[in-house]
């Protein structure tokens, strides 16, 4: 159980086009702390150190500083989606961000306080990840944590009628308010709701990458369907999935990919694989 991590994103949510500028500076062998990177990227230098954490968050860096190789696939210029054009793309990026666990706040959020509330106040978030602190034994402040939910807010709940002008431009460049995976309680004010849907956007390869990718799973050659609803980074939590929505990936899978079968007998349901895919065969497989 590592320690829980509520800072470094300098109060920024992560931007529509951070993670490709993120991307090139790192591969030129730049460097962020740089008085120059300022100029480099373009803003600054609170969000050169937010374009840093959310290079991290995203699990985009390995721990030296170095481009992952799906990073490279992604976000090179000859890649699979420099500009995140491709919702599928954003889905992958969610799951990495919650699954990295590099961003305390989503990893639980998605995996823990959703199963204890479906529908949610700000406070009522706040108050968990406290006494999530208090139960570790991590001191951690406040103001900090009600920032971070602030900021997790804003990245995935897209801005209504009510702010500014500047406040909606601001809002709608957040990455991941296209998946619409939180959403405001219209008439209830700082409430909001992030409910197990169907995900209609939700590519059934990417399903399949978040099983493959879970080190759970990896020992495995068959995975019980509940497991894959309820497990910790399962795509049954990470996608907020409800269960017959689930179960149409599972079976969209067998149906795409070779050596992998769905049983169900004497109510016992499973995802067994006599081969698995290879992560980048299920990569290469969406994006063509």
């Known amino acids: 159980m590592g320690t829980l991590s509520f800072s470094g994103h300098e109060s920024f949510q992560c931007r529509n086009l951070w993670l490709k500028k993120g991307y090139e500076f790192t591969i030129a062998d730049k ?34 500083g170095s481009i992952k190789q799906l ?6 210029d000859t890649g699979k989606d420099p500009y995140l054009e491709d919702i ?44 999530e602190c208090n139960h570790r034994e991590e001191k951690h402040s406040e103001n900090t944590i009600e920032t971070d939910v ?31 995976l939180i959403k405001p309680i219209i008439d209830r004010k700082d409430w909001y709701e992030c409910k197990n849907e169907s995900r209609p956007s939700l590519p059934t390869e990417i399903v399949l990458y978040s099983i493959l990718s879970n ?31 689930l179960l149409m990936h599972v079976k969209a899978i067998t149906e795409k990919f070779e050596g992998v079968v769905y049983k169900e007998d004497a109510g016992i349901r499973e995802l067994q694989f006599s081969s698995k895919p290879e992560l980048s065969d299920v990569i290469e497989a969406y994006y063509d």
């Open 31 to 64: 460097n962020f702390n740089d008085n120059l990177s300022v100029i480099e990227l373009g803003v600054g230098k609170n969000m050169v150190s937010s374009i840093k954490y959310w290079m991290k968050a995203f699990d985009l860096l390995d721990d030296n």
């Open 71 to 76: 990073t490279s696939i992604i976000f090179d």
């Open 88 to 131: 599928g793309t954003l889905w992958l990026l969610h799951y990495n961000l919650v699954s990295a666990n590099k961003a305390s706040i989503y990893n639980l959020f998605f995996n823990y306080f959703r199963k204890q509330r479906i529908e949610f106040s700000k406070l009522h978030l706040i108050n968990y990840l406290i006494t």
């Open 150 to 180: 602030g900021v997790l807010l804003k990245n995935y709940v897209r801005p209504n009628s009510k702010f500014n002008s500047k406040d909606i431009e601001d809002s709608f460049s957040s990455l991941l308010i296209e998946l619409d």
């Open 215 to 245: 080190p759970k799973y990896k020992s495995s050659s068959s995975i019980s369907f509940n497991h894959l609803l309820n497990d910790e980074n399962s795509p049954g939590l990470v996608f907020a999935l409800d269960a017959d929505s």
